[in-house]
């Protein structure tokens, strides 16, 4: 029998006397079709001349062994060192993983999670600080809630809970008052900090934990001393710079940036303009990336477990349980003082003396 024109998949299963459902499944190869129900779908699909769309299968194939990565940056490597333990453990379960890059843009990463419900991605996992914005929480849930309902699996790296999903959550307020604790201890009592853009939840917990430890020691941050920046190289790069032409010869002693990617960038500036690290000026960062170990000096940070972060992640988003109720696994981070910290060298200045009303 010559094939009819257009033979689609309802075509099939109405001669069969299936549901289309049915009939999909007996021509995937799924074992839950009854053998007498798979024959007679093949048998209607050979009769009437039935062509799959190759390109339907091949998405709903995806649909099994495929993981969407929506990141901040791909090429700062606190997201790959992250992208990594998320890669790693991907392929210890068969599963291919897409990864995109928002350049911390919010539109940007709710549109790639359209576009990743839209491919039926297994699952979807979102790296880095969300976003302190009502309006965007309530987009990505309005594109999240329907993708759990359907069985989708989603799971976060780095940022609160507003989503009601798995999530993997660095104590950045924590680290960040440990940290200052630590540099309190080395004898430093003037700090400035090189921050991010305020309404990342990453930087408005470290800013507040890294403030948090200072009042702990007795010490605190004038509003001149924190300079904001992007969460870039060149950001810290910027920030570091202007921090020097605000301060003038009255530098702080020591410099918190609340990533090292800034610091980094901060450290180039310091040695550009002649300040030497630590001997002028202190500077510390967050996250541990493997590039601070190799700088000259080395870097203080507080140590994250990146990679393990990442197949975290993977993990709770692959897990199988019954309600699925959404679970955090809160990461701690530990203090690591390099040679890039080192005690004050020139005395604390004293706070200038109260006067009482006469």
Known sequence: MAPEPHVTLDTVARRAGVSLATASRALNGTTRVREELRQRVRAAADLLGYIPNAHAQALASASNN???VVCHDVGDPYFSAIADGVMRAA????LLVMLASTFREPEREIAYVSMLRAQRARAILLIGSGFQDRAWERAMAAELDPYVRAGGRVAVVSRHRSLRVDAVLPENR???????RSLLALGHREFAVLSGPPELTTVSDRLTG?????AQGGATLRPESVVRGAFTRQGGYAAARELLARTGTHRPTCVFAVTDVMAVGALAAFREAGVRVPEDISLAGFDDIPLVRELTPPLSTVALPLTAMGKEAMALALREAPGRR?????????VVLRASTAPPSRPPVAPPAERTPC
């Open 326 to 334: 959404s679970r955090v696994l809160r990461v701690g981070g530990e």
């Open 91 to 94: 392929a210890e379960s068969d």
């Open 66 to 68: 495929t993981v969407g």
């Open 174 to 180: 924590a680290g960040a008052a440990a940290l200052a």
């Open 210 to 214: 890294f403030r948090e430890g200072l």
